[in-house]
Structures are given as C-alpha cells and as structure tokens.
C-alpha cells in the first residue's frame, strides 16, 4: 500500500497534471491536481510518490 512509485509528468493541462507509471506505461494516465505535486513541475520531471507524497527525482 505504500511502496514507491516512479511516475513521469507526460502533460500538464491547466490545474492539473498527467502521469505516466513508470512500472506500467501501457497503463491510462493518473491525473493529478498540480496543487498536489511540488512547486515547479514540468513536461518530463520524474515523480516519486510514497507515504502519500510527490517528491521529484533528482538524477
């Protein structure tokens, strides 16, 4: 229930944000609310998402 998991930003639309699962890329988009994610997200950033929380992956 809490493992972590990889997203990417594929588009941002707006207020919110769609993300592709890293771990299942054929899987639909998850639309978040940008308000939900960390300030300053782009088209491309990768997402880590654990304990309820977006943090982005510094490479």
């Known amino acids: 229930m809490f493992e972590k998991i990889e997203y990417i930003v594929e588009r941002i639309d707006g207020d919110y944000a769609f993300l592709?699962?890293?771990a299942e890329p054929d899987a639909e988009l998850?639309?978040?609310a940008r308000a939900l994610l960390p300030e300053g997200i782009n088209e491309g950033?990768?997402?880590d998402y654990e304990m309820l929380q977006?943090?982005?992956v510094e490479d």
């Open 54 to 56: 977006y943090s982005v």
């Open 30 to 32: 998850k639309c978040v």
């Open 20 to 22: 592709k699962n890293l």
């Open 45 to 47: 950033v990768r997402l």
